[in-house]
């Protein structure tokens, strides 16, 4: 059986531009997210308040913030943290919601974060701590939940472990990511069985799927049923990780929500409105989408 409604937590506007080789001017940025609330998306994770040296491409969170005024404020328009640091310039910036970062493994860890898991750990607590005494929703994601580029399959029991630790800290939501593409669907099963054993239950998980090996609409079909009902995507199927190589983009939104159509599955989304926006999201970037639902209506 699926939900009757699903929650699409919309990841363009940050796991997308952040993979982006030019650097989307703000008020592009701006005009996506105006787009993807038009088209009727509700949760939109609008960008990264991470050291710019890191990621250049969402340098400008503080402007776009800015720009976006009340539409990029509220408990349904997280941006990434990372630190304490990061997390007092998103509360300047008037956000309502946070996302902290961890990894499964420890390379991942080192590259993405620049510290082992566990000083990564020690990093995120005094940031959930404070956005929660400021009234934040928070979410934890957890990357290379099914392989790793450097460490190849990640056991099960070893994901489940970094999972616990970051849902410990009090975290509203967890939302596993396959980074690389690399999960299939019973791997996706046996993810969900191990955190429900360890009392972190379907209510509380979003899945987060890259479709590099094309599985992305099969693993989260698999979540579905599992009883998920927080689906990541990005429009247009945007995205990747700068700090992870070979993951490409996140399902795609579109994608997603022609799946959910068929199936009578709520989402609130008009598609040609969202097929629209990523014509002309594609546009800007100077490249088509690589989505196939945006390329079958949109006959490009
Ligand atoms: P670090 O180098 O250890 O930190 O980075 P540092 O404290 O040494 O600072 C380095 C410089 O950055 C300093 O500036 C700091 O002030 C500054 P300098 O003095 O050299 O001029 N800095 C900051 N500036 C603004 N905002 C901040 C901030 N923090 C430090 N928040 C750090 C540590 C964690 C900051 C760094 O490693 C970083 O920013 N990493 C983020 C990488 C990233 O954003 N990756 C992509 C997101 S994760 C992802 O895509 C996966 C996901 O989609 C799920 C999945 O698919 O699996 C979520
Ligand atoms: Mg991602």
Same mark, same amino acid.
Request: glycine share 12%.
């Given at each position: 059986? &699926? =939900?009757?409604?699903?929650?699409?937590?919309?990841?363009?506007?940050?796991?997308? *531009?952040?993979?982006?080789?030019?650097?989307?001017?703000?008020?592009?940025?701006?005009?996506?997210?105006?787009?993807?609330?038009?088209?009727?998306?509700?949760?939109?994770?609008?960008?990264?308040?991470?050291?710019?040296?890191?990621?250049?491409? *969402?340098?400008?969170?503080?402007?776009?913030?800015?720009?976006?005024?009340?539409?990029?404020?509220?408990?349904?328009?997280?941006?990434?943290?990372?630190?304490?640091?990061?997390?007092?310039?998103? &509360?300047?910036?008037?956000?309502?919601?946070?996302?902290?970062?961890?990894?499964?493994? @420890?390379?991942?860890?080192?590259?993405?974060?620049?510290?082992?898991?566990?000083?990564?750990?020690?990093?995120?607590?005094?940031?959930?701590?404070?956005?929660?005494?400021?009234? *934040?929703?928070?979410?934890?994601?957890?990357?290379?939940?099914?392989?790793?580029?450097?460490?190849?399959?990640?056991?099960?029991?070893?994901?489940?472990?970094?999972?616990?630790?970051?849902?410990?800290?009090?975290?509203?939501?967890?939302?596993?990511?396959?980074?690389?593409?690399?999960?299939?669907?019973?791997?996706? @099963?046996?993810?969900?069985?191990?955190?429900?054993?360890?009392?972190?239950?379907?209510?509380?998980?979003?899945?987060?799927?890259?479709?590099?090996?094309?599985?992305? *609409?099969?693993?989260?079909?698999?979540?579905?049923?599992?009883?998920?009902?927080?689906?990541?995507?990005?429009?247009?199927?945007?995205?990747?990780?700068?700090?992870?190589?070979?993951?490409?983009?996140?399902?795609?939104?579109?994608?997603?929500?022609?799946?959910?159509?068929?199936?009578?599955? @709520?989402?609130?989304?008009?598609?040609?409105?969202?097929?629209?926006?990523?014509?002309?999201?594609? @546009?800007?970037?100077?490249?088509?989408? =690589?989505?196939?639902?945006?390329?079958?209506?949109?006959?490009?």
């Amino acid at each position: 059986d &699926l =939900p009757p409604r699903v929650t699409i937590y919309e990841v363009g506007a940050r796991d997308g *531009l952040q993979n982006e080789k030019g650097v989307v001017p703000t008020d592009v940025k701006a005009q996506f997210v105006r787009r993807l609330v038009a088209a009727g998306l509700q949760t939109i994770e609008t960008t990264s308040f991470v050291s710019p040296r890191w990621v250049p491409q *969402l340098a400008d969170a503080t402007e776009l913030l800015a720009d976006l005024g009340e539409v990029g404020r509220g408990p349904l328009r997280p941006v990434l943290v990372p630190n304490e640091r990061g997390l007092e310039r998103a &509360l300047e910036a008037g956000v309502g919601a946070v996302a902290i970062f961890g990894s499964a493994t @420890e390379t991942f860890a080192q590259k993405n974060l620049g510290r082992s898991r566990e000083e990564s750990v020690e990093m995120f607590k005094p940031v959930v701590k404070r956005a929660q005494d400021a009234g *934040l929703w928070v979410r934890a994601y957890v990357s290379m939940c099914f392989g790793d580029p450097w460490e190849g399959p990640v056991p099960v029991g070893q994901v489940a472990d970094a999972c616990a630790e970051l849902m410990d800290l009090g975290c509203d939501q967890l939302s596993i990511g396959d980074t690389i593409g690399t999960g299939t669907a019973g791997h996706v @099963e046996a993810l969900l069985a191990e955190l429900g054993r360890r009392d972190i239950g379907v209510e509380r998980i979003g899945v987060h799927f890259h479709d590099t090996y094309g599985q992305a *609409l099969a693993n989260t079909l698999t979540a579905l049923r599992a009883g998920v009902s927080v689906v990541d995507a990005s429009t247009g199927g945007l995205g990747g990780c700068p700090y992870a190589k070979s993951a490409t983009g996140n399902l795609a939104t579109e994608d997603l929500v022609w799946m959910l159509d068929g199936a009578g599955v @709520e989402t609130g989304v008009d598609l040609d409105a969202l097929v629209e926006t990523s014509v002309w999201m594609a @546009e800007q970037l100077g490249k088509p989408s =690589p989505s196939r639902v945006v390329k079958a209506l949109a006959g490009a």
